[in-house]
């Protein structure tokens, strides 16, 4: 039972630090960035070519994120930027972009499954019980990312802006913020995010040029259901992220993986604030 807990509170956090970067861009720029999953796919190739280099792998995190944040400004300038004023053709090319990358990690990499050295090997004992050292690892990281990112919406000059920019975006300009500057920036970070996200599950999981898509599917369900809130984002996450470990764990693992895409509908069928409370 208390392994079953523990799967239940880390595959959460997981899923946590996995959306957290969609959130984000959807909340300031009300974009949804189908390229997420192509980004997480990056961020594992980066983990395993930063292992394959003799680098530690526990800089393939903050690499990934470097790297992310970096490319996704290139993107918001060439690609995003001229579509603001068509948000659906923005939505689309996001989702082209996505398959572009996808198909260039294909020619550089092969569709083959690959796989990433763990920065933390073995089991941590916990009372009466041994656990994965490095799930313990990420889903303390995933937390202290959760409070970084609320310190920076809730305690920087950026956060202000951002906050006004996602209130009424006019009325944000008119007071003098620049809009574009921080919708960029914000761009930058989500990218960054998901491709940290995906070299910190890939040691826990393998990579291929397909990784992203499920991890897409059900980061887009947990945002719709939390809105624009860390907090909302954390409690959708533990909640459904655990319904799908006990569906995995006692029905099916097939089942378990649609657990999230149903129950996120159902609530929303509910009540279309999901469970946003901030």
């Known amino acids: ?85 068509r948000p659906l053709d923005a939505i689309l ?33 916990l009372g009466a019980i041994d656990y994965s ?45 620049d809009s574009a500057r921080v919708r960029a920036f914000t761009f930058g970070l989500g990218a960054g995010l998901a491709c940290a996200a995906g070299a910190l599950i890939t040691p826990l999981l393998s990579v291929d040029p397909n990784m992203g898509l499920p991890w897409l599917v059900n980061s887009f369900m947990l945002v719709l259901v939390s809105g624009v809130s860390i907090p909302s984002l954390l409690l959708a996450s533990l909640l459904l992220g655990s319904a799908q470990v006990l569906v995995s764990t006692f029905v099916s693992p097939i089942l378990g993986g649609m657990t999230i895409v149903v129950l996120a509908a159902a609530i929303l069928r509910i009540n279309p604030r999901g469970l946003s409370f901030g």
């Not at 957290?20 to 980004?39: D, Q, T």
């Not at 202290?144 to 990112?149: C, E, H, K, Q």
């Open 1 to 85: 039972m208390a392994i079953l807990v523990l799967d239940m509170l880390t595959t959460s956090l997981i899923l946590f630090v996995v959306a957290a970067g969609l959130m984000i861009i959807l909340g300031v720029m009300k974009l949804i960035n189908f390229a997420h999953g192509a980004f997480l796919t990056v961020g594992g190739y980066t983990a395993m070519l930063t292992t394959d280099a003799g680098v530690s792998p526990w800089l393939s995190g903050p690499l990934a994120l470097i790297f992310g944040f970096f490319g996704g400004l290139l993107i918001e300038r060439f690609i995003v930027r001229p579509l603001y004023d």
């Open 93 to 125: 090319a996001t989702w082209g972009l996505g398959i572009v990358i996808g198909q260039l990690i294909t020619l550089g990499f092969g569709r083959e499954v690959q796989f990433a050295a763990s920065p933390l090997e073995g089991t941590l004992t």
């Open 133 to 177: 050292a490095y799930r313990l690892a990420v889903s303390g990281i995933a937390l202290a990312i959760g409070a970084g990112l609320t310190a920076l919406l809730y305690l920087t000059r950026f956060g202000l802006n951002a906050r006004a920019v996602i209130m009424n975006e006019t009325l944000a300009r008119g007071l003098g913020i």
